[in-house]
């Protein structure tokens, strides 16, 4: 079954770095996005991707974060200066039509110490 | 903003009893999608309904939306230990993106 993956699984950084998160969504897939889960909370969401540009954003998603589809395969967050509240899972997530059964990746454990 | 509501947040059974998680939504929805969270893994969707008064089924499981599409059930009959997790609703509106309820984490006792 295709799989939305996601690498790093675990990514520790210093508070003030940037990070960039990486994923490959399913390869027929035309729509992405990004949620964040803080532990034992719900998931949120932070940013829809579709034909090249942001369809949406959260209030989370402020102007420390950014989205690329730099080539056909990879979508990526970054998070420009990493702040201590910014330490969650993220999850990746594509979908074959806006809105319906999303495909998660297994995450991204990102701390920020 | 769109908000979705989840009850309750935890549950724990004894296993064979039965199980529901209820949602609502402060919007009409367009569809309502639900996914399961097993502990440290990611959400894996189960199913979506999107028609008003909708039912499902999948093997023990019954998926309801209500008919004014704003609410939404998920029934679990005779729990087995494979069914421990977070079970999270989640609502489409008419911009395409998930906002999800706060899920219910349910403990099934052997």
């Known amino acids: 079954e295709p799989e939305v993956t996601q690498t790093p699984s675990h990514q520790v950084t210093q508070m003030g770095q940037e990070v960039i998160l990486r994923c490959v969504p399913i390869s027929n897939h035309l729509y992405f996005y990004w949620y964040r889960q803080i532990l034992g909370q719900k998931v949120e969401f932070l940013v829809s991707f579709y034909n090249n540009e942001i369809s949406e954003k959260s209030e989370i998603f402020d102007d420390q974060f950014s989205v690329e589809r730099p080539d056909g395969s990879n979508f990526t967050l970054k998070i420009r200066s990493t702040k201590l509240e910014d330490s969650a899972m993220y999850f990746c997530?594509?979908?074959?039509?806006?809105?319906?059964?999303?495909?998660f990746g297994s995450g991204t454990r990102l701390t920020v110490v | 903003g769109q908000q979705v509501m989840q009850i309750p947040q935890y549950q724990h059974v004894q296993e064979g009893e039965d199980f529901t998680t209820y949602c609502n939504s402060s919007t009409t929805l367009s569809n309502i999608q639900w996914y399961k969270q097993r502990p440290g893994g990611h959400p894996v969707f189960l199913i979506q309904?999107?028609?008003?008064?909708e039912v499902k089924k999948q093997k023990r499981l019954t998926f309801q939306f209500g008919e004014a599409k704003k609410n939404s059930s998920l029934h679990i009959t005779a729990t087995q230990t494979t069914d421990v997790g977070t079970y999270f609703c989640a609502g489409s509106g008419n911009t395409g993106k998930l906002i999800f309820g706060q899920g219910t984490t349910l403990q099934v006792k052997p």
């Open positions: 997530a594509s979908t074959s039509r806006g809105g319906y059964g999303y495909t």
């Open positions: 309904l999107v028609k008003s008064g």
